[in-house]
């Protein structure tokens, strides 16, 4: 029975172990307030043939020192030849994107043949975006 219970002590001293250094691995960090700066790579996009979609990436990189970028969201649109809104996605972050670190955002969007150019548009829930165009992080 004695060699039971150590067991059980063991791996609930294990666990203690896990769960503070998950903890002191997840910090804090304050939203940034107003206008933030993120590195975006050039967007691949192909056209998924079994669903007929067109699926965007984008890589993005918070490049911001002050702080976090909560709620970051991309719009993506497609334009005719005429420069007639076609059709349109969004894609958000669902946690907030920390000091250096780098995302992927994907957009969806039915394939139409009119679909000639796109445009993409970052915001987040307290302000606007800056972009800069990068060729890699």
Known sequence: MTRLVQVVFSVIV???LCVGTI??????????????????????TKVDAKTN???????????STAGSIAGLRVD????????????GSRARLPKPLLPGEVAELKLEIPKDPKMFRDQYVFAHANGKIKTKQVKSF
């Open 14 to 16: 294990l666990l203690a």
């Open 23 to 44: 903890v002191a691995q997840s910090k804090f960090v304050p939203p940034i307030r107003g206008e933030a700066e993120i590195a975006v790579l050039p967007t691949v």
């Open 53 to 63: 979609m067109v699926v965007t990436t984008i890589k993005v990189k918070n490049i």
């Open 76 to 87: 993506g649109y497609w334009y005719d030849k005429a420069n007639e809104l076609v059709t």
